[in-house]
């Protein structure tokens, strides 16, 4: 394999960011919780400040702290 085995794509218009490991999509993430989530359901278990800093993970669009607002939805009355 070339490059790390897990990508976090950059943020999709919704701000969610798609998560990839050894070519399978583990869903989208929200949030570093919700990537390492993903990553210890894979078998990977890191917590938030060990997958920030992995060799691992690569980080396209922004590194593990960006994680844009979703767009508003609308008001409920």
């Given at each position: ?14 701000g ?16 570093l ?10 078998g ?34």
């Amino acid at each position: 394999m070339t490059g790390p085995p897990v990508i976090v794509y950059p943020p999709s218009p919704t701000g969610g960011r798609r998560v990839r490991a050894d070519g399978e999509i583990l869903g989208l993430a929200w949030s570093l919780a919700d990537v390492t989530e993903f990553l210890r359901r894979a078998g990977l278990d890191l917590d938030e400040d060990q997958a920030a800093e992995s060799p691992l993970i690569e980080w396209r669009g922004g590194g593990p702290w960006l994680w844009p607002e979703p767009p508003a939805g609308p008001t409920r009355r």
